[in-house]
């Protein structure tokens, strides 16, 4: 894909390098957003609010999901490879932290988004999006 779909209406329609660093800055939100969601589901399973935790392991889910989907995996080519890779990883953690190993699966998953987010802030990573979007 060639763009973030659900950040469509937000985004500017030039291809300019100011829309492009302010996509990056859309994705390092959405990356910061994640953080905050594993965050949150990992205090609501210390406080054995399993529910709660289930909802925001659902919504870290879905960032990583949106973020993997505006990957141009031919575009991107070996980076956005890379990128794909990372974000099955945190997204099998998040799937695994359901179950009995929530704590080590969410503390695995929150290791992998800071070294996303760490990627992105280096600005390494805007090619895995493709042409026209970063």
Known sequence: MASIAFLEPYQHSSN????????????????????????????ALLADRAVEAGFYIGRATAIVDALRDALDLQAGGQKARDMDNIYEHIDTCLQIAVGDAAPEALAQAREAVCQLSALWQAEQCAGALGAGTA
């Open 16 to 43: 300019s390098p100011v829309a492009g660093d302010h996509q990056a800055q859309l994705v390092r939100a959405l990356i910061l957003s994640t953080q905050k969601k594993i965050e949150q589901a990992h205090l």
